[in-house]
């Protein structure tokens, strides 16, 4: 049933995506800065109990449903684990402006590049050239699909619809509190820390796929001798490994006028163009489908163990 879940919800985001203004994610961000703002006094015990009331009795409620109708109705239980994943994932949530961007890139419209990385990112991009809206963009997607998709799919193979939303709402908690402004970042360090282990399995099974996808070699020796080099370890791993994997160098973008910024350099080969915008896409969805082919054997496997005994 976990492969009919997951295939019956990617394709009905594909049918009709999930928009990022959804009542679901507004009510519940509603919550999230109704319970910061009633808990949050600078301190880290503050920030746990936000945290669990944030996200544990919604991860027990899911836990709950699922398993009785697992019990009492498995078609229904099969309908719940899809529109859990459906609001859990976000494949088409992050593909529009991916789209744009490669568009313009491909196009040589610079000024409507930048805007949508500008856009996308939440800030400036008018010092970026092409080359650089085109690694902007091709870093956001790799780490996107990973959140969007890889690590929900990891969480829900293990855990079912309570994993898949204990993911997102780990990842909402953590993108909301975990980085805070000086003098005020112990309320967020629980979030951060929890994200981070539970995060540390997906990250790394992402970065193995765009190994098997992509160039095996070259994505394990940039992951091997670049990630610890990214400001966070984790999207490190994720983009070192997808450079590898595409043979393209990502980082090293210098932000705006007012924030100049230089990352560490990423990968190796060719410049990032629309060619390699492109190339990204396929990775991706090759990725994809083999980790969708893997949890089909297991399935597979499962059936004719449960039929023999």
Known sequence: MTFLALAASLLLEQLRALSPVNPVYTQYRRFIRYTEHSLDAGGYQQGVVAWLLAAVPLVAIVGAIALWLDAVATPMALQFDVAALYLAMGFRQFSRAYRETHEAVRAGDLAQARASVGRWRGGGAEPLNANECARLAIERGLFS???HVFGVIAWFVVFGAAGAVFYRVAALLRDRWGYRAQ????????????????????????????????????????????????PERSEGIVLAAGAGALGVRLGSVVGTAAAPKVRPELGTGEDADAELMAAAVGLIWRALVLWLFVILLVTVASWFGSAAA
């Open 183 to 230: 003098g005020n970042e112990q309320f967020g360090r629980f979030s951060r820390d929890v994200f981070y282990w539970c995060d540390w399995v997906p990250v790394r099974l992402t970065a193995i796929s765009f190994a098997i996808t992509g160039d095996f070699e070259d994505a394990l020796y940039c992951w091997r001798t670049q990630a610890d080099a990214w």
């Open 145 to 147: 699909a990973h959140r």
